[in-house]
């Protein structure tokens, strides 16, 4: 269950300040949205999202791995945007150039970067057309690729910086595109669906 944190004495949080209440509060996983509101995702997903999830992360690494194209993050790693949000989606992927200009500070931290590529999957707890907004402010402010896995609807919403939106059945191939060069999944072969 995702909640809206409320601070009384302030009216928002510095970046600083957010990245010391997340490493003060390892265990709640923290976003910020655009206009400064904080929300905390207080309950552990189900074993089924947490299985899936892993599912999709191990597509990634494996496939990172043969290409040594970039570097994977999972949902623990969190990205400043330019609209001043805090977000960190479920998996993200960031092309070695960027990785690679990034200082030892910011990769121990939350940096200011839109990652090339992002990730969200569905559980049973997320209401779907916000995670649709989200996936559209991760767009706006520079991820190039960005998959909304829709667990309830078993199809994923494919969204593009050109701003264009498709949707493919679990059943059909998913592919990197110019992004993710030479990634290909079918949801099918290792989500478990019920």
């Known amino acids: 269950m995702v909640i809206p944190l409320n601070i009384p004495t ?9 990245v010391v209440f997340c490493q003060a509060n390892p265990e709640l996983r923290v976003e910020r949205d655009e206009n400064g509101q ?3 995702d207080m309950s552990p ?22 290409t040594k194209a970039g570097k994977v993050v999972d949902s623990n790693g969190g990205f400043f945007l330019a609209d001043r949000s805090m977000r960190a ?23 200011y970067l839109a990652p090339d590529f992002v990730l969200e999957l569905e559980s ?3 209401n779907l057309q916000e995670l649709k ?11 190039r690729l960005a998959w909304l896995i829709a667990m309830s609807e078993q199809q994923t919403y ?3 910086a050109d701003h264009k939106v498709m949707i493919i059945p679990f059943s059909e191939k998913l592919t990197g595109e ?17």
């Open 89 to 111: 989606p479920d998996v993200a992927w960031i092309r070695l150039e960027k990785w690679q200009q990034l200082s030892s500070a910011e990769k121990k931290s939350f940096p």
């Open 38 to 40: 904080i929300f905390i």
């Open 158 to 160: 494919v969204y593009r």
């Open 45 to 66: 997903t189900h074993l089924l999202t947490s299985s899936n999830n892993s599912e999709l992360n191990a597509e990634f690494v494996i496939w990172n791995r043969r």
């Open 10 to 18: 302030r009216e928002q949080l510095t970046d600083e300040e957010l």
């Open 133 to 143: 907004h989200k996936m559209e402010h991760w767009i706006k402010n520079g991820v």
């Open 124 to 126: 049973d707890t997320d």
């Open 178 to 194: 110019d992004v993710l060069v030479d990634f290909e999944v079918v949801l099918t072969n290792i989500l478990e669906i019920e």
